[in-house]
């Protein structure tokens, strides 16, 4: 029973039954376009299009159509070996790429390490010999990773279902689309080659 007057005031402007919770992103992820919403709070236009610019839950706003993200609260240092994370590339070198962490998978309320960086050597990246680590990842890919040290917070891809998870065109920005073991770009057709996870374009779980 929802008993009258025991809701506690909130700081909104419309009233949360109008407000309408989506999913989980990360920066960079498409939240909708300015045709169908205005942008709120944690988002970015690029082109007409609406992106996040925070990690959290889209909240959509039916009446005053707008479109914002939400950010999770910080809780820090709470990695353990062998928990499963999704994060974004924002460097890759010789010898490593550095990964931007966002989110735990499985952890209620998708608790956020945030500002904490993360990252994968060129030995941990597949269980076979890395030639080149540009070929596996590039600046601002998804990625889902597996924590091998808390203390350095070293990751590794090296199973099936890690690695890129999303991807962009290094050509136009487009979210690239599976084809058989490469990833190709549906506006330019431009191909690339990542360490591709089983679970690429599922969404983040
Ligand atoms: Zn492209």
Not at 2 to 18: A, H, I, K, N
Not at 48 to 68: C, E, F, L, Q
Not at 96 to 113: N, Q, S, T, Y
């Amino acid at each position: 029973m929802d008993m009258p007057g025991s809701r506690v005031p909130r700081e909104v402007e419309t009233p949360e039954e109008y407000l309408e919770k989506g999913s989980f992103v990360l920066p960079g992820e498409l939240v909708g376009t300015t045709e169908e919403f205005k942008p709120g709070a944690g988002t970015t236009i690029s082109a007409g299009d609406i992106y996040s610019t925070a990690t959290g839950n889209v909240i959509i706003d039916r009446k005053a159509r707008i479109v914002s993200v939400k950010p999770n609260t910080l809780t820090p240092n709470i990695l353990k070996i062998g928990d499963i994370l999704y994060g974004k590339i924002t460097d890759v070198r010789e010898s490593g790429a550095m990964v931007e962490i966002a989110g735990i998978e499985g952890k209620e309320d998708r608790e956020v390490v945030n500002s904490r960086l993360g990252d994968i050597h060129v030995s941990n990246v597949r269980d076979s010999y890395v030639k080149r680590l540009a070929d596996e990842f590039r600046p601002s890919d998804i990625i889902r990773a597996r924590v091998v040290d808390t203390e350095r917070i070293r990751l590794t891809t090296a199973e099936d279902s890690l690695g890129v998870v999303k991807a962009y065109c290094s050509n136009c920005r487009g979210e690239l689309v599976l084809e058989g073991k490469k990833l190709k770009c549906p506006a330019c057709n431009m191909t690339e080659t990542r360490k591709i996870s089983t679970e690429y374009g599922k969404g983040i779980q």
